[in-house]
């Protein structure tokens, strides 16, 4: 006989004891403990979130002693929603044309579109995230990929791994760019888009002025969540680039908002 799946009580409290022993879970682990659907953990998280006993991020939740303030380190959020986030980068990187200079935010979700430009090229790539410039650099004798020319911004590190302050945010105001791929914590019509670093949000304010184009790129799981502060508010945004995990409220608001909604397919 099968066992019964807990009843929310039970899975909530269950939840709790996760995230306050590991600090953070993803949204397909507890699918899978569980034995319950996406919609269910993501109701329990709601309803959690609510009463402040813990703080929801794209693909999962972390402790509550992580507030809207807090940034989880790049390692903790990479293998968040995986399939969404390749979803949305082979959307994203559709948009960017050979021998453009294209700049790359911090973040996971700009990583992946990052793993796509090495396919598209002579890019000239300006980026502040060090997981990118890694990604993308020579490595001995070889050249860059796709004969692309990367600048590295400077800056001092975040514990996402974006390089921030007031050397980045010098070096990106003497640029210009032809399209800039930036991510964000969280998505709301009212907030734009955010995150909870300050310093963070000054230097994506840098790149946003410095781009001709800008294209947000979430996963559908970051809508509806806050960080402490905005960078950009929707009619900003030449482009909202996401997943069609996407709700159709959501859809019907961006549609509204933004230069163009641009939704990956994570399904084949």
Known sequence: MTEAAPLAPQRRALILEIVRRDGAVRVADLVEQL????MTIRRDLDALARTGSLSKVHGGAISAAATTADEPPFETKAGLESRAKSAVAEAAAALVKPGSVVAVS???????????????????????SLPVAQLLR???????????????????????ASLVGPLA???????????????????????????PNLA???TNRALIE?????????????WGVVGLSRFIALPE???????DGLDAEACAVLRAAVGQLILGRTQA
């Open 138 to 160: 020579p490595t001995g004798t070889e050249l860059a990929p796709a004969g692309h020319t990367l600048l590295l911004t400077g800056g001092t590190p975040t514990r996402s």
């Open 169 to 195: 945010d010098q070096t990106i105001r003497s640029l210009q760019v032809d399209l800039l791929i930036i991510g964000a914590h969280g998505v709301s019509e009212r907030a734009g888009a955010t995150t």
């Open 106 to 128: 911090g973040g996971t979700t700009s990583y992946a579109v990052a793993t796509r430009l090495k396919e598209v090229p002579d890019l000239t790539v300006v980026t502040n």
């Open 200 to 202: 963070e949000a000054q």
């Open 237 to 243: 945004m030449d482009y909202f680039v996401s997943d």
């Open 210 to 222: 410095c781009a001709t184009r800008v294209a947000v790129v979430a996963d559908h799981t970051k």
């Open 35 to 38: 034995g319950v659907s996406d």
